[in-house]
T-cell receptor
Framework: KAGVTQTPRYLIKTRGQQVTLSCSPI?????VSWYQQTPGQGLQFLFE???????NKGNFPGRFSGRQFSNSRSEMNVSTLELGDSALYLC?????????????????FGPGTRLTVL | AQTVTQSQPEMSVQEAETVTLSCTYD???????LFWYKQPPSRQMILVIR??????QNATENRFSVNFQKAAKSFSLKISDSQLGDTAMYFC???????????????FGQGTRLTINP
């Protein structure tokens, strides 16, 4: 099975612009989560989509948005870019795992999109 | 809100040695999952090991094992017979379970940069 893919891998933008990042989950996975990784703040949860619905959202401003399509592919958009938005943006797709009587979702990460805002 | 703390920003050991990475967390939940993820330089994040809080037995995966102390809210990772390929950032992460399908958000620690020297 192909892994999680993210495009583009690298992106350079200037302040005030907007950007769209794309994530294709592992085939059959219906959940996609997005994380922002920076040296200062570490890994922070942005949002999660399941069956085209945003089900969970992190503590980020409204400039950060996302959506999921019927084929489970997801995009995230950042409008009015700021210098502080420079980061590695990771996407993870999720499959259900059963351990005894418990069910949890194991997340598989993509390689990330490195966004640089100048 | 849950928090995860990794108190060792960097560690360095010689090949074949054993190394232990520390992680503590704070939660009021009784049931949850804990993970160690590995992020090699310029490569994607992969799951190393998982622990369910309701299981008293410590998880092991080949050379990787954990010491899970629920009362102390401690979750350390031991890497035995370390190899050059173990060089990476290691993240401890917490997940609260849910009955719903789809991913629950991961709360990550700040990471420990581990270098294995030849």
């Amino acid at each position: 099975k192909a892994g999680v893919t993210q495009t583009p891998r690298y992106l350079i933008k200037t302040r005030g612009q907007q950007v769209t990042l794309s994530c294709s989950p592992i085939s059959g996975h219906r959940s996609v989560s997005w994380y922002q990784q920076t040296p200062g703040q570490g890994l922070q949860f942005l949002f999660e989509y399941f069956s085209e619905t945003q089900r969970n959202k992190g503590n980020f401003p409204g400039r950060f948005s996302g959506r999921q399509f019927s084929n489970s592919r997801s995009e995230m958009n950042v409008s009015t870019l700021e210098l502080g938005d420079s980061a590695l943006y990771l996407c993870a797709s999720s499959s259900i795992r059963t351990s005894g009587i418990k069910v949890y979702n194991e997340q598989f990460f993509g390689p990330g999109t490195r966004l640089t805002v100048l | 809100a849950q928090t995860v703390t990794q108190s060792q920003p960097e560690m360095s050991v010689q090949e074949a040695e054993t190394v232990t990475l520390s992680c503590t967390y704070d939660t009021s939940e009784n049931n949850y999952y804990l993970f160690w993820y590995k992020q090699p330089p310029s490569r994607q994040m992969i799951l190393v090991i998982r622990q369910e809080a309701y299981k008293q037995q410590n998880a092991t995966e080949n050379r990787f094992s954990v010491n899970f102390q629920k009362a102390a809210k401690s979750f350390s990772l031991k890497i035995s017979d370390s190899q050059l390929g173990d060089t990476a950032m290691y993240f401890c992460a917490f997940m609260k379970p849910t009955r719903e399908q789809g991913a629950q958000k991961l709360v990550f620690g700040q990471g420990t940069r581990l270098t294995i020297n030849p």
